[in-house]
């Protein structure tokens, strides 16, 4: 059983456009939720993470909104730009548990110029 | 500035032998992960650990064994390498309850078994 799922696989954007990445998890204990950034041969990176005390972290153009009765959440990068094409993980950690970081399968994201 | 390095960076073995992929980081962080990275399966964890000398078992651990003999370091041992252990393993490490929360990862091991 998949804890962490992202509903798609890729997602192809031009340029200027708002990309929207989903994502919704299983473990009602899980309250820390970062979003990986990933560009081919390297290793995820930090990109923006919210606790489940919030609904909504911004950090320049990306947005993560978060719905804890739904268990949800999305990532909306604003202003798409071609450097922004990556893989996109969003995890999620049940923070005052278990220590584990567990990944969703990703979102590939390409921004068309 | 955070570090984690990885060791070997590409690593090619043969079936039913060892494998060991070593992980050091400078980042003096209490947790430190093995992942897998397959296509269509994101990052899975193998193992971890939350300080020197113990390691948890994590979603995928069988085939794997690992090891934390120090802060610094966290190997992942194949004892009996498949061919359907090859993939991309990270090794990452960080404090997930701190104030600044932040799991770094290496730059990644590729392991072809043949």
């Known amino acids: 059983q998949q804890q962490v799922r992202q509903s798609s696989q890729s997602l192809t954007v031009w340029e200027g456009e708002t990309a929207i990445l989903n994502c919704s998890y299983e473990n009602s204990a899980f309250d820390y939720f970062p979003w990986y950034q990933q560009f081919p041969g390297e290793g995820p990176a930090l990109l923006i993470a919210i606790r489940s005390v919030s609904d909504k972290k911004e950090d320049g153009r990306f947005t993560i909104f978060f719905n804890k009765r739904e268990k949800n959440l999305s990532l909306h990068i604003k202003d798409s730009q071609p450097g922004d094409s990556a893989t996109y993980f969003c995890a999620a950690s049940d923070s005052s548990g278990s220590w584990q970081l567990i990944f969703g399968s990703g979102t590939q994201l390409t921004v068309m110029p | 500035e955070a570090a984690v390095t990885q060791s070997p960076r590409n690593k090619v073995a043969v079936t039913g032998g060892k494998v060991t992929l070593s992980c050091n980081q400078t980042n003096n962080h209490n947790n430190m992960y093995w992942y897998r990275q397959d296509t269509g399966h994101g990052l899975r964890l193998i193992h971890y650990?939350?300080?020197?000398?113990?390691?948890e078992k994590g979603d995928i651990p069988d085939g794997y064994k690992a090891s934390r003999p120090s802060q610094e370091n966290f190997s992942l041992i194949l004892e009996l390498a498949t061919p359907s252990q090859t993939s991309v393993y990270f090794c990452?490490?960080?404090?997930?309850?701190?104030?600044?929360?932040?799991?770094?990862f290496g730059k990644g091991t590729r392991l072809t078994v043949v």
């Open positions: 990452a490490s960080g404090d997930i309850r701190g104030a600044n929360t932040e799991v770094f």
């Open positions: 650990s939350y300080g020197a000398g113990s390691t």
